[in-house]
């Protein structure tokens, strides 16, 4: 099974409803992220958590919100999607405790927001 | 402004030849740069951490240099094959273990 699973894989939602995507991890790490990809703009932080108590913006955490309910579940939430919202979205892992750690990334979810 | 450069055309080689891909960046002072993988649909696969005093680090095939003085990193991939096919990221790492990503690169490997 995969270390980091996100769900819905694809979701095809309109312009101010609200979503939420999914994302959990096996891998026992204590930190999570969320980034959002959109073609030749590489991966931008929208928000991370190093805990469950410690929630953090990240680049362009504008019109969204996250919740991290355990330390293997952290969820994304779109409160009211816009189109410029429609983006590829990807979970990701890492370890703590030493000066750096790899990041383990989920399959994505493609997010299309009309 | 911090900026991550990543050649945005695609890289078309020759099977056999070793692929090179350049990631330059300026206003950044990183403690770490990683490289990864992505095919498409999926997510990155993390492939190589370099740190700032090293010069040079290999795997397998892979070898990645990292020179602070000319804010660069190249990536090779010697002996290249089709499944090598992939868009290829850049990431800087400063402080709190935050990444950077850049833009990537796509190499097309032709058998």
């Known amino acids: 099974d995969a270390d980091v699973t996100q769900t819905p894989r694809n979701r095809i939602t309109k312009t101010g409803k609200r979503i939420m995507l999914e994302c959990s991890q096996t891998k026992g790490h204590d930190r999570m992220y969320w980034y959002r990809q959109d073609p030749g703009l590489g991966l931008r932080l929208i928000y991370y958590s190093f805990d469950v108590k410690d929630i953090n913006k990240g680049e362009i955490s504008d019109g969204y919100s996250v919740s991290r309910q355990a330390q293997a579940k952290f969820s994304l939430s779109l409160e009211s999607a ?18 750096s750690y790899e990041q383990y990334f989920g399959p994505g979810t493609r997010l299309t927001v009309t | ?35 990864y993988r992505q095919d498409p649909g999926r997510g ?20 990645v240099t990292f020179d602070t003085t000319l804010k660069q990193s190249l990536f090779h991939i010697t002996a290249s094959q089709p499944a090598d096919s992939a868009t290829y990221l850049c990431a800087l790492e400063s402080a709190g273990n935050m990444l950077t990503f850049g833009g990537g690169t796509r190499l097309m490997v032709k058998p």
Do not use: D, H, M
Not at chain 2, 5 to 30: R, V
């Open chain 1, 82 to 99: 816009i189109p410029n919202q429609t983006a590829l979205y990807f979970c990701a892992t890492s370890g703590s405790g030493q000066a």
């Open chain 2, 1 to 35: 402004s911090q900026k991550i450069e990543q050649n945005s055309e695609a890289l078309n080689i020759q099977e056999g030849k070793t692929a090179t891909l350049t990631c330059n960046y300026t206003n950044y002072s990183p403690a770490y740069l990683q490289w």
């Open chain 2, 44 to 63: 990155p696969v993390f492939l190589l951490l370099i740190r700032e005093n090293e010069k040079e680090k290999r795997k397998e095939r892979l070898k």
